[in-house]
């Protein structure tokens, strides 16, 4: 069953401008990942943010982990064009799971 | 490194046939995840290994669908006899892993499955 639920399901910008997406999820967590997948392609891991983080880093993009919520946020800032594919949240509950992936938010950017 | 490696990347078959996908994860890595890709479903855990112990398989459908890892640098997973519905793209991961999947996973391309 899935653990996460990404929202919006798409999500179409102007090049330039910022994407928020968000990932909701059910059950207490040990990390949580956000994943991007070109059309026709593997995906690809973005970013990883641990139970006990609030917030992280990587170059253009900015994760959040609200726990009390059951939410996390991606923001990538200043899109670009090759940034259109669709983008994942997985969460790892710990223990014997393995990681547990949304449906995934298709954004598009318009040149 | 040349990163996870599935084979065949399309493979067309006709429904009772037998199915076989190939993965060989990074060098190293002591995790193997098998996913199943559709439209309706999304991304779902078939099965994974850890030090190539099946470790939790309850995503495997059912009795059609097997999964093996011989040795460290090869898993297959198979489908007999295989369906219209297992049509999706299978994917194989791997990562370094303490036994979940506590750290990233790297992906392969995909197997895109057609089965008439």
């Known amino acids: 069953s899935q653990q996460g639920e990404e929202d919006p399901q798409a999500l179409s910008i102007q090049e330039g401008e910022n994407a928020t997406m968000n990932c909701s999820y059910k059950?207490?967590?040990?990390?949580l990942q956000w994943y991007r997948q070109n059309s026709g392609r593997g995906l690809v891991h973005l970013i990883l943010?641990?139970?006990?983080?609030r917030e992280k880093h990587s170059g253009r993009l900015r994760v959040t982990l609200d726990t009390s919520k059951k939410s996390s946020s991606l923001l990538i800032t200043a899109s670009r064009a090759a940034d259109t594919a669709s983008y994942f949240c997985a969460t790892e509950r710990g223990g014997a799971d393995g990681l547990t992936f949304g449906k995934g938010t298709h954004l598009i950017i318009q040149p | 490194d040349a990163g996870v490696i599935q084979s065949p990347r399309h493979e067309v078959t006709e429904m009772g046939q037998e199915v076989t996908l190939r993965c060989k994860p990074i060098?190293?890595?002591?995790?193997l995840f098998w996913y199943r890709q559709t439209m309706m479903r999304g991304l779902e855990l078939l099965i994974y290994?850890?030090?190539?112990?099946?470790?939790?398989d309850s995503g495997m459908p059912e009795d059609r669908f097997s999964a093996k890892m011989p040795n460290a640098s090869f898993s297959t997973l198979k489908i007999q006899p295989s369906e219209p519905r297992d049509s999706a793209v299978y994917f194989c991961?791997?990562?370094?892993?303490?036994?979940?999947?506590?750290?990233?996973?790297?992906f392969g391309e995909g197997s895109r499955l057609t089965v008439l």
């Open positions: 943010i641990r139970s006990n983080e």
């Open positions: 060098s190293g890595h002591n995790s």
């Open positions: 290994f850890n030090n190539n112990v099946p470790i939790d």
């Open positions: 991961a791997s990562s370094v892993s303490s036994g979940g999947a506590d750290g990233e996973l790297f």
């Open positions: 059950t207490s967590i040990n990390n």
